[in-house]
Structure formats: structure tokens, C-alpha cells
């Protein structure tokens, strides 16, 4: 049973009976389906016995069913969501003495008999004692219902969280939930402890004698299970609440079977009153057109807002009789659970968030975020980077550094941290303010920003206007274009040639391989970080390790403590190492086996890194040698043989050619000349590039 669909869950049970009408009741086989059948009235003795039928489909049948089989098909999925955090109710409606009491509490005489109740505190606490991983605060409460009086069935035991004396009233909680404000809350810590309370109060429950019940209940009742789920990670702030309401309410009775009279009369008039405003309430919900649903006109409803149609997992019980003198009783119950079946909920889990948790949490990040700054201030050779508030001395170091950087003493400002950012801005923001100020006072002529009708971007004159300094205003482009004209017919050394080669042709080499670099620094940062991190997770299994052995030393030389089971009773310090041990070694194998792949990716980045490294090199060489080779050099390389691809244009050695053929022509003395010249030329421009190589050589290495 899916319990947190949006529909509230009916099943219907028969009180066993030796009498059942079978022509009268009918149970389909598919277990969901139930006909009446009820036969006309005779009047003035006249015979009718015409017949008419209804249908009436629900979620279950329990006909002849044991108290476990009603638990599993009713309770189960509802308590274990509600250790979830989802709220719940359980309860049983129906006429009175058809079973409600026995449903949901059972019979105290044998063990089997047990009802929902008493199941159900039985598995919350077979719950709590296997997720290990939460705790969990468990607390019970007792309301009773009487002649429209609200009463505290737990009120005469010690122990309660809530004051005692003053009327219970029912309060509207600002979540849209309700609360019994005055009623007690007992805290309890085992199954034991919880029987007992639920055996006290049904001791102190109103209980009446008629025809159709020697014990009948003269009251609603309803039982409370208050649970708080919170996880024993210190990192998860949030923690869940839920309620777990099971409702045993009056059956409703005709006064002509059961033969009421004074007191008792009295109260099944109250009983009658409050079921009739519980399904008025029924109807308004079931109706998706009304807007307003009568939960003020009795206590019990007000009592229930929030488990009928609000944000809970409902359940009822529909307890009938199946005796053909009951026939009609039966029928209004049925009635009454077709209707709750098309109300509808809205559940959702009861989530909270702890303050003192989440500002732990919120300065543990805080912690983290620093130690991760201060790891990559390291990585870039940032020492001494602070991320604290700027002292006086440093905002007047800020100050300084603008005022030079304005008057051009400064070429940049460094900056190192966000807050530094924020002040330079803030220091820029008064200086010009000061400066606006300034020239509205003086009102110069011509200054900047003087415009007809105030202050703006005007065009000062020209002995105002701001005149960069050449080194500024030059950009990379036209220093290329100087270099390529300073070089004349002289080849720049390499080192020269390569700037300019990474600026221009190799500057998308030059993009690739800074960005490998960058992710095998981040990936390198990264495998130091898990590094670190494992040492110190197996450093801290090592103390775990040791407190352990310690404490179960202790232990064991004090003797052990065993459950009835036998089972041996951890305190609470070493139930603590034993989930922190085993928490952290789970934590150990995720970061071996995180390290094991970042390692992986950081050979691969390196080997990026190193092909980047040689195919930038290599094609500098041949950029190098097809521009910048000198012509006898070229005129060698013809004679050699074909012209090697990436070592000199095509269209260059054949002008070269063509040039040396025409020298030749010409004159012998004309090549002479030629040669004498190139002899020199190349004479000067070696010891140039050796020169060049060296610094060159220096430089590659550090690429």
C-alpha cells in the first residue's frame, strides 16, 4: 500500500459472528467490494419484498481476519512512514460494540490479541534499535473526548513535558496542524515503558454498560505517538518530526437497542452529536467544490484537522456487524467510509532545520573554504594572502597604491582577495568624488566634463587633456611591427622570434597548452589535497582504532553487560566510535578510490602537457626557418637536394635561384661580390645567434 498517494485509505472489518447474514452482506472475491442487500419494509400489512442493493468499493475487505493480518494490512506502511516523517492516522468508526476498541487496542487477556497500538509501539521500537545511523525521541500523549470536554488521560503521571492543571483547548498551529495545548508529553526509551503508559490510560477511560456492550466507550480517544528523527552525521543540519495518531472513536448508537437512559443516554447523545459534525466535515471535504470545511463545530473534528485532509497518511477502519439485525447501522457505516475515501491528503515529510547544527555546519564550510584558498595562494606563490577584514594599516596601503597608480607613479595594482577588490573601488569612488566636487567649486574654463547646463563628459582643452605615456600606448601589435623594422635584414635572435611567434601564429598553441597546465595544476592540487585527506583519515582509524580496543578492554574487565537476548550492551561512547570508525572507513575507500583516478588524470595531463610542449617547439623551428634562414643558407639547401617540407618557402628558394642565376649572367665579379658580402653578413649574424641560442635554451627549458 502506497501511503503517501493523495487518497485517505478504507478498509472494512466484520465482527465474527456465528449469525452472519450472507443474503444480506456479500464479499466479491477480489476483496475490495462490498454488496448490501436490504429488504423494503412492510406497512399496514402489506407484504414488499422488494429488495434494494448497493456497492461499495474500498481498499480492503478484513473478514474473518486475525489481529496480525489487520496490523499488516492497515498499520504497517503507515508506522514505518512515519518514522520518515510523514504524519499518520489510524482510526476505526463504526456502531457500537462492532469492534473499534478491539481493533485498535486489542485484548489485554492474550498476547495474540494484540491491536494496532501495542503493534505498533513494538515495531517503532524494533525500528529505532536498527537504524543505528539516527536517533530518535520518542514521546506519548493521551487525549480523551468526553461530552465535548478534552481530557488528559496521562495527567496523573509524573514525568510529563508539559505543565499540568488549566482546561486543554485546540490550538491552530501556524503550518496549517493542530495542537492540544495543556496535554501532557511523556518521553519514553524502550517498548516496556510505552505498554505502560497505554495500560495506565486505558485504566482511567470512561466506560459504560448497555444492551449491545457491557464496556462500551463513552468517550473518543485518541493515542499519540510524537517521534523526532535526527541523523548522527554532524554535517546534516535538518532533522524530521512526525505524529502518529491512533483514534478510537465512540460508536454511534440507537438509543432504541441499546436502552440508554440518565447518564448514559446523556453521553450517547454527545457520541451521536460529535460522529454527525465528523461526517458533515467528511462531506464538505469529499465535495472539491466547497470552500469551507465545519472543523470548529466539535471538538473531535477541530481535534483532527490536520489528519482529515490535511498533511497526513489517514487510514480507517470501518468496524460493522454482520448480523441481519444490524443491517441498517451497517449500511450508514459503509456509507460513512465511501465518503472518507474520496477525501483527500496531502502528505509531505516534516522537515527542520536545527540553528546550532547548521551554524556548526555553516563554520566548518567556512573553515574549509579558507584552508582551499590558502592551498591555491600557495600553488601561485601567493604567501601571506589574507580573507579577513582589512585592517587600517592595509586600507591606507590601498589608499596609497590608487593615488599612485592615478598620478602614473604605479603601472598596476595587485591585487590578491576579494575584499582588496571592494576597497580599491571604494577608494576610486572617493577620489573622483573628491575630484567633482573639486572642479564644481573652481568651475574652470574648458575643464573636463564642463557642459552647458552642468556638470558631464565634456571635451577639455587641449592643454588639459591627459597624455599617455608612450609605453602605455603602445600596443602589442605595433611593438611586433617595431621589432619586425628594427630587425632590417638582420634575423632576431629566438628568443625574440618565439615571443613574437606564441603572439601570433602559435598563439593558439600557446592558448592550449596554458590550459592543459592549468588543468594539470588544478588536477595536481587536487591529488596533494585526497593525499592529505587519506593520511589524515587513516591517522584518525588509527585513534578510533586504539579508543576502541581500549573501551572494549575496560569492558571486558569490568564485565560485560547483555540484553534478555543475551546480546552484549554497548555504551553509548563506544556505540560513537563504532559508527565513526565505520563511517570513516567508508569515507577511507572513497578517497583511495578517488586518488587512484585523479592520479590516473594527472599522468594524462601531464603527457598533455608534453605534447603540447614539443609540437609548439617543433613548429616554431619550422616558422623560424622559413622565415628568418639566410639566402646562402637557402642557395646550400638547393643544392643539397629537394627542399625539406617546413624548413624554407618554396617561393623563396626559387626567387633565391632566380636571383643567383641572374648574378651569374651578369658577371663573374657580380657573384663575387655576392658572396663576399653574404660571407660578412652571416659572420656578424652567428655571433648574434649564438648569442640568442643560449638565452633561447634557458628559456625552453622552462616552458
Not at 469 to 487: D, N, T, V, W, Y
Request: charged share 25%.
Amino acid at each position: 500500500m502506497n501511503v503517501n498517494s493523495n487518497e485517505v485509505k478504507v478498509y472494512v472489518r466484520t465482527r465474527p459472528t456465528a449469525c452472519f447474514a450472507q443474503d444480506l452482506i456479500e464479499y466479491l472475491p477480489d476483496k475490495q467490494t462490498v454488496n448490501v442487500h436490504q429488504r423494503r419494509c412492510s406497512r399496514r400489512g402489506v407484504v414488499n419484498n422488494q429488495t434494494s442493493s448497493w456497492s461499495f468499493r474500498l481498499n480492503g475487505v478484513l473478514h474473518s481476519a486475525s489481529q496480525e493480518e489487520v496490523y499488516e494490512h492497515v498499520a504497517h506502511t503507515v508506522v514505518l512512514s512515519a518514522l520518515q516523517g510523514y504524519n499518520g492516522t489510524i482510526m476505526c468508526f463504526g456502531q457500537t460494540g462492532a469492534g473499534k476498541t478491539y481493533t485498535i487496542t486489542g485484548a489485554t487477556e492474550a498476547y495474540r490479541q494484540r491491536g494496532i497500538i501495542p503493534r505498533a509501539l513494538q515495531e517503532v521500537f524494533r525500528e529505532v534499535e536498527h537504524r543505528v545511523g539516527h536517533t530518535f525521541s520518542l514521546h506519548l500523549s493521551y487525549l480523551e473526548i468526553y461530552n465535548e470536554t478534552l481530557l488528559d488521560l496521562l495527567a496523573s503521571i509524573k514525568g510529563s513535558q508539559e505543565p499540568q492543571g488549566g482546561p486543554l483547548t485546540v490550538v491552530e498551529e501556524p503550518g496549517g496542524g493542530v495542537l492540544v495545548k495543556g496535554l501532557s508529553l511523556h518521553p519514553v526509551h524502550s517498548e516496556e515503558e510505552a505498554l505502560n503508559l497505554l495500560f495506565e490510560g486505558e485504566m482511567n477511560r470512561i466506560i459504560g454498560e448497555h444492551a449491545l456492550n457491557k464496556n462500551s466507550s463513552r468517550s473518543h480517544c485518541i493515542f499519540t505517538i510524537h517521534i523526532e528523527s535526527r541523523s548522527r552525521t554532524l554535517s546534516n543540519a535538518t532533522y524530521v518530526t512526525s505524529k502518529l495518531n491512533l483514534v478510537d472513536l465512540a460508536g454511534s448508537e440507537r438509543l432504541s437497542k441499546t436502552g440508554s437512559e440518565g447518564q448514559v443516554q446523556r453521553e450517547a447523545m454527545y457520541i451521536n452529536r460529535s460522529l454527525s459534525f465528523l461526517e458533515q466535515a467528511i462531506m464538505a471535504l469529499a465535495d472539491r467544490r466547497r470552500e469551507h470545511v465545519p472543523f470548529r463545530q466539535s471538538k473531535l473534528t477541530h481535534a483532527l484537522r490536520d489528519s482529515l485532509g490535511g498533511n497526513c497518511n489517514t487510514v480507517l477502519v470501518a468496524n460493522i456487524y454482520g448480523e441481519a439485525a444490524h443491517i441498517e447501522e451497517t449500511l450508514s457505516t459503509l456509507r460513512f467510509a465511501a465518503r472518507m475515501k474520496c477525501v483527500r491528503t496531502e502528505p509531505s515529510v516534516n522537515e527542520h532545520m536545527d540553528p546550532a547544527l547548521q551554524v556548526h555546519r555553516l563554520k566548518k564550510e567556512i573553515q574549509q573554504l579558507k584552508q582551499e584558498l590558502s592551498i591555491q595562494d600557495t600553488l601561485a606563490n601567493r604567501a601571506g594572502v589574507s580573507y579577513e577584514k582589512l585592517s587600517e594599516s592595509q586600507v591606507a596601503e590601498v589608499r596609497s597604491q590608487v593615488q599612485r597608480y592615478l598620478a602614473g607613479t604605479l603601472d598596476e595594482i595587485t591585487i590578491v582577495n576579494a575584499r582588496q577588490i571592494q576597497e580599491v573601488f571604494a577608494q576610486f569612488k572617493k577620489i573622483v568624488h573628491a575630484s567633482v566636487r573639486s572642479v564644481q567649486a573652481r568651475e574652470p574654463e574648458g575643464a573636463v566634463g564642463e557642459l552647458e547646463g552642468g556638470f558631464g563628459l565634456g571635451v577639455a582643452a587641449p592643454s588639459q587633456r591627459h597624455t599617455p605615456s608612450p609605453s602605455r600606448s603602445k600596443g602589442k601589435k605595433e611593438m611586433i611591427a617595431m621589432l619586425h623594422l628594427s630587425f632590417g635584414s638582420t634575423p632576431p635572435s629566438k628568443m625574440e622570434a618565439f615571443e613574437h611567434f606564441k603572439a601570433e601564429r602559435g598563439s593558439e598553441l600557446k592558448r592550449i597548452l596554458k590550459a592543459n597546465k592549468a588543468v594539470l595544476l588544478e588536477r595536481s592540487a587536487q591529488l596533494h589535497k585526497l593525499t592529505d585527506a587519506i593520511n589524515a583519515t587513516k591517522r584518525d582509524i588509527d585513534k578510533v582504532g586504539s579508543e576502541l580496543e581500549h573501551l572494549r578492554a575496560k569492558r571486558q574487565s569490568q564485565g560485560q553487560f547483555v540484553s534478555a537476548e543475551g546480546e552484549p550492551v554497548l555504551e553509548e561512547a563506544e556505540l560513537a566510535l563504532v559508527l565513526s570508525l565505520r563511517e570513516m572507513k567508508d569515507n577511507y575507500r572513497q578517497a583511495h578510490d578517488e586518488l587512484l583516478a585523479t592520479r590516473a588524470e594527472v599522468r594524462y595531463c601531464q603527457h598533455l602537457v608534453a605534447q603540447c610542449r614539443v609540437r609548439l617547439l617543433t613548429e616554431f623551428e619550422s616558422w623560424y626557418n622559413e622565415s628568418f634562414l639566410l639566402p646562402d643558407e637557402v642557395l646550400s639547401i638547393l643544392r643539397e637536394g629537394p627542399i625539406r617540407p617546413g624548413l624554407v618557402p618554396v617561393d623563396k628558394a626559387l626567387a633565391l635561384a632566380q636571383e643567383h642565376a641572374d648574378l651569374l649572367s651578369d658577371s663573374p665579379s657580380a657573384v663575387w661580390f655576392h658572396n663576399a658580402q653574404n660571407r660578412t653578413l652571416q659572420r656578424v649574424r652567428q655571433r648574434h645567434r649564438t648569442h640568442s641560442e643560449e638565452t633561447f635554451q634557458i628559456t625552453r627549458a622552462h616552458i
